[in-house]
Antibody
Framework: EVQLLESGGGLVQPGGSLRLSCAGS????????MTWVRQAPGKGLEWVSG????????HYADSVKGRFTISRDNSKKTLYLEMNSLRAEDTALYYC?????????????WGQGARVTVS | DIQMTQSPSTLSASVGDRVTITCRAS??????LAWYQQKPGKAPNLLIY???TLESGVPSRFSGSGSGTEFTLTISSLQPDDFATYYC????????FGQGTKVEIK
């Protein structure tokens, strides 16, 4: 059974930093691209960042480019999101997702989310 | 960046109704489009990918069509479990989502 377990969320002051982690299990982690998607309270889904299975291709939404860094450690089956220079508008539930291929495509599994509050 | 626009934003329907949601892209995304269902307090669930391929385990009353810039999600006969919010997502370039369509009970 595929499982994605996010951790590292919390309350941080504007300008602060936070690192989210997502531990994957039940699938060959290195064979699949992974993404982070966020959802602000009462709002829709916003794609944040994605990384290929090998980790050599990374993409970011314009809203986080230069502030967030996505990475993965395939030996630990873990995805990361390093978030710097946090703003109030980064407050959201951050979902880790597994995509259906080694490159970034549709997400077939989602974690339950890590809550980030910038205040 | 590619923008995705869904219509309508809210849809009121009854059990048994045929429901159609439209998603338009600001430029062609070929068939690199997915549809998700999200219920309150839950993570989204993939329904359809590559515009019209039904994800495993998803009921056949859900179908998708379209290519290029215009896509539709159709629920052939709305069931009580289908009242939720639906999102389209293009993944031709990164992964932009539409703003969502809430399907409510009429």
């Amino acid at each position: 059974e595929v499982q994605l377990l996010e951790s590292g969320g919390g309350l941080v002051q504007p300008g602060g930093s936070l690192r989210l982690s997502c531990a994957g299990s039940g699938f060959i982690f290195s064979n699949y691209a992974m993404t982070w998607v966020r959802q602000a309270p009462g709002k829709g889904l916003e794609w944040v960042s994605g990384i290929s299975g090998s980790g050599d291709i990374r993409h970011y939404a314009d809203s986080v480019k230069g502030r967030f860094t996505i990475s993965r450690d395939n030996s630990k089956k873990t995805l990361y999101l390093e978030m710097n220079s946090l703003r109030a508008e980064d407050t959201a539930l951050y979902y880790c997702t597994k995509t259906r291929d080694i490159v970034i495509v549709a997400s077939d599994y989602w974690g339950q989310g890590a809550r980030v509050t910038v205040s | 960046d590619i923008q995705m626009t869904q219509s309508p934003s809210t849809l009121s329907a009854s059990v048994g109704d045929r429901v159609t949601i439209t998603c338009r892209a600001s430029q062609s995304v070929s068939r690199w489009l997915a549809w998700y269902q999200q219920k309150p307090g839950k993570a989204p669930n993939l329904l359809i990918y590559k515009a019209s391929t039904l994800e495993s385990g998803v009921p056949s009353r859900f179908s998708g069509s379209g290519s290029g810039t215009e896509f539709t999600l159709t629920i052939s006969s709305l069931q009580p479990d289908d009242f939720a919010t639906y999102y389209c997502q293009q993944y031709s370039t990164y992964g932009t989502f539409g703003q969502g369509t809430k399907v409510e009970i009429k």
